[in-house]
């Protein structure tokens, strides 16, 4: 891990900052880029942090989780790469900038932990998990097995696989928050029948930001025979962990989200072995049947966005993974412990750190989440994002690495106003 201004230099951020602020960093309070810090409070620190982004400061942005904005050097590494493409695109795109991609899979195997031929270039976890969900071979009458929390779009993939092919979907229901490991291997393992073809779950779900033990669920599964689609979409890049943490089959994520990679990213894992029985989502040639580029077998599509995946990369192994997770923990924590002093408050998220990081989903009793969300929009220019569940419902809150605390206060002397006067001006 880089010491504190190693990683500023490595992000290049005094040259961001004249960039971003025009204040020139020869003017910036004597000491704020010495020294080594970066512990979850170092304010100092998480305030360079900020300025490597070019966020509007007008607002407080409380949905990362939705799409994350990305740091200025990766943008400007897009821009270069896609003015690059247009000087010649059949050349200077597909012969100059496409090859390039190789190296970037190389240290994205490494950051995540597996083998670089087990590694797809996408464009979001949306495409990542189709591929997996509609590239298995199922047969009517085959059941998949997966949650009700689970993400909209992926249960909309297999409840089309199920009214085209007449495939069955099971979608068990778990606790919230869920803080019993046992339980939730429990809950899936009784759900399984004797035609359970496939299981997938989340590594974090979107809604509340409950982290699932996946590593126990897939070696139950494995002991059943059955393989397990991990939708990572809001796991890698946000809380620190490896592939072989989870040791599953199948594993999507977006690289927009917590990598704060380019818009229309992301990454697909797929086991070595399991890659020539998986059908690619656009045909790719059957030379291509063991090789994890089949995948990306998409057309014409910008080489800038991909290549561009390797600043955010630097940028997030330059912050370091765990200081990172740190950082989202003690800002979700900052908010959700103050709020929960309060009687009416229901936080719809685990503190145990085993089960959620950045993420919280909170709901004040006899307060309608939809239009507390309007209220702080309309009222604060706060952004969160409204959650309904047949089980719950609430406000899901997302701070990011660039988030400061007078936003999280902010945010809390808000609902804590609606707590005390109700959503009144
Ligand atoms: C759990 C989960 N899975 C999948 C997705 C789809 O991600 P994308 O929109 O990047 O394809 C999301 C997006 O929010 C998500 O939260």
């Known amino acids: 891990m880089y010491d504190r201004r190693q990683f500023l230099g490595a992000i290049g951020l005094p040259a961001a900052a004249v960039a971003c602020t025009g204040v020139r960093p020869e003017l910036l309070p004597a000491g704020l880029l010495e020294g080594e810090g970066g512990g979850p409070d170092d304010e100092d620190f998480w305030f360079e942090v900020g300025r490597a982004f070019t966020v509007d400061r007008t607002l407080v942005n409380f949905n990362n989780g939705g799409v994350s904005p990305s740091p200025a050097f990766v943008q400007d590494a897009m821009k270069r790469h896609l003015d690059f493409s247009n000087s010649a695109p059949p050349y200077t795109m597909w012969r100059v900038l496409e090859p390039q991609r190789e190296g970037l899979r190389e240290r994205m195997a490494g950051a995540f932990g597996c083998d670089k031929e ?79 073809r496939l299981i997938l779950m989340c590594h974090a779900i979107n809604i509340t930001g409950q982290i699932l033990p996946v590593r126990e669920v897939v070696a139950m599964a494995r002991r059943r025979g059955i393989p397990v689609i991990v939708d990572g979409a809001h796991s890698f890049a946000h809380f620190a962990f490896k592939f072989p943490d ?4 199948y594993f999507g994520t977006s690289l927009h989200k917590w990598l704060f990679a380019p818009h229309g990213t992301g990454l697909l894992y797929v086991r070595k072995d399991k890659i020539a029985d998986l059908w690619p989502l656009m045909a790719a040639s059957e030379k291509q049947d063991h090789d994890i580029r089949k995948f990306e077998e998409i057309g014409t599509h910008p080489a800038a966005n991909t290549l561009a995946v390797g600043e955010a990369l630097t940028f997030h192994l330059g912050l370091g993974a765990e200081r990172k997770e740190a950082r989202l923990r003690y800002l979700r924590d900052a908010w959700a412990k103050r709020l929960l002093e309060h009687d009416r408050v229901r936080l719809n998220t685990s503190l145990d750190p085993r089960f959620s990081c950045g993420i919280g989903n909170v709901q004040i009793e006899g307060v309608d989440s939809g239009p507390l969300n309007s209220w702080l929009w309309n009222e604060h220019r706060i952004l969160t994002t409204p959650i309904y569940h047949a089980e719950f419902e609430g406000i899901r809150v997302s701070p990011s690495v660039y988030s400061t605390m007078e936003e999280i206060d902010r945010f809390c002397t808000a609902v804590e106003h609606v707590i005390a006067h109700g959503l009144t001006s």
């Open 246 to 249: 989870l040791d599953c089959d």
């Open 118 to 196: 087990e590694l797809a270039f996408t464009r979001n976890a949306s495409e990542s998990l189709q591929i997996c969900q509609l590239g298995f071979d199922l047969e009517r009458g085959d059941e998949v097995l997966t949650t009700n929390q689970d993400y909209p779009r992926m249960l909309t993939t297999f409840r089309q696989r199920a009214r085209r092919e007449g495939i069955e979907l099971t979608a068990i229901s778990i606790p919230t928050p869920a803080e019993d490991t046992d339980e939730i291997v429990r809950l899936f393992e009784e759900a399984i029948t004797d035609r359970t």
